[in-house]
Structures are given as structure tokens and as C-alpha cells.
């Protein structure tokens, strides 16, 4: 299992520190939540703190783009070389396009769905996907109970991408910690974000390290 912690709940005015820690600590990948006050009822952060991230990080980005105009988004994260950027298929008319513009900038792309969107709205797109994001909390905040729902439905996404192409990654961010790791593991899952189980725990390595199964 890959862990990327996100950086949400690090402590943002010791930013520097916190991603030098979860790096050191053996984090995969630096997941960063991109919030527009629109899409979600919160504001994050934009290019200029996240390219501070980038001179620091030495682990790739994992961007998770929650925002309005994926386009315009896509377009001001690229230059920053993250490996993944992820979008909503519900915010998105285009969702084909946006993934080829993705794969342009020579960054993998990622589909997120929320948790009532069903694991069928992506089946044409998964042989263009390096990674599905399911998200198991409603997105917008940190810190929130894990919606178990999600396991049956990365089982059945497992299945499509088992057809279709293999490669693609099950990624799965919200709520997740040491008490639903292995049902996540057992579902197929790959990749899971984790804020608050890391950034609460006294010591980060030992947080990513649980999860590291
Ligand atoms: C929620 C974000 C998550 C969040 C995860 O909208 O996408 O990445 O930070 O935080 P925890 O692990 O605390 O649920
Ligand atoms: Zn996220």
C-alpha cells in the first residue's frame, strides 16, 4: 500500500518542516488538496504556496484538484511537475479532453468521485487513467468519519480496471487509518491519503509506516 499524506492537516505555519517530516518519514507521495471556495464550501491553497512545497518535497506530488474549472487549474498546477493530478468527474463536461491535456503536460491523470458517484461513470475513460480517487468523506475538510460504503464500490471498480487496464491505480482519501487499512488493502486499493491519522500521530513515520501494509 502506497501512503500519501495530506498536507491539510499539517501545520501550515511550520509548512517547511512538516514536509521534510512526512517525506523523511517514508511518505509516497505529498498529497495536496486544492480547494476554491466554489466546488466545496473551503479555500485551500494556490501555486504559490504549493510550488514552496514542490522546492522542499522529495516525493513526488499528488495533486487533488476540487475546484470549478478543472481547465484553469490544470493549467496553472502543470508547470509545477506534480506526478498525478486529479479532477472531479462531476464538475467536469469534458472529462476526455482534460485527461489527454493532463497526459500533454507529461503528468498522470486522475478521476475523482465523490461518494454517491457510481464506479460506472468512468468505465470509457479507465483505459486513459493512471489512477481513480474514491473518496470516502464528503470532500471539503479534514478529519471526517470514513463513509464504509467505499470498500464494495473499490471492489467493483477493481473488477472494470482488471478488464480494461490493469495499471491503473484505486487511490482512496478520506477518514483513513489504522482501523479500516486492511479492508482497504483487501478491496484492491493501492494508494490511500491520510491527514489526520498522520499529522495527529506523535510520531509520522510510525503513522505512514502502520499503513504501509
Ligand atoms: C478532503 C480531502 C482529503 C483530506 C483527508 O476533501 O480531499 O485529502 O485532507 O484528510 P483526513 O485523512 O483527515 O480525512
Ligand atoms: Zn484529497
Not at 40 to 52: C, D, H, Q, R
Request: with cysteine; aromatic share 6%; glycine share 6%.
Amino acid at each position: 500500500m502506497l501512503v500519501a499524506p495530506s498536507i491539510l492537516s499539517a501545520d501550515f505555519g511550520r509548512l517547511n518542516e512538516e514536509i521534510r517530516a512526512i517525506c523523511d518519514g517514508g511518505a509516497d507521495l505529498i498529497h495536496v488538496d486544492v480547494m476554491d471556495g466554489h466546488f466545496v464550501p473551503n479555500l485551500t491553497i494556490g501555486p504559490v504556496v504549493v510550488n514552496a512545497v514542490a522546492k522542499v518535497a522529495t516525493k513526488p506530488l499528488d495533486i487533488h484538484l476540487m475546484v470549478e474549472n478543472n481547465t484553469f487549474f490544470v493549467d496553472l498546477f502543470a508547470p509545477l511537475k506534480p506526478k498525478y493530478i486529479s479532477f472531479h468527474i462531476e464538475e467536469e463536461k469534458h472529462p476526455h479532453r482534460l485527461i489527454q491535456k493532463i497526459r500533454d503536460y507529461g503528468i498522470s491523470p486522475a478521476i475523482v468521485l465523490n461518494p454517491h458517484t457510481p464506479v460506472e461513470t468512468i468505465e470509457y475513460l479507465l483505459e486513459d487513467l493512471d489512477m481513480v480517487l474514491l473518496m470516502s468523506v464528503n470532500p471539503g475538510f479534514g478529519g471526517q468519519k470514513f463513509i464504509p460504503t467505499v470498500i464494495e464500490k473499490a471492489k467493483r471498480l477493481k473488477k472494470l480496471i482488471e478488464k480494461v487496464n490493469p495499471k491503473c491505480l484505486i487511490e482512496v482519501d478520506g477518514g483513513v487509518g489504522d482501523k479500516n487499512i486492511c479492508l482497504l488493502k483487501e478491496a484492491g486499493v493501492d494508494v490511500v491519503v491520510a491527514g489526520n491519522y498522520v499529522f495527529t500521530n506523535a510520531s509520522y513515520e510510525k503513522a505512514i509506516k502502520s499503513l504501509q501494509i
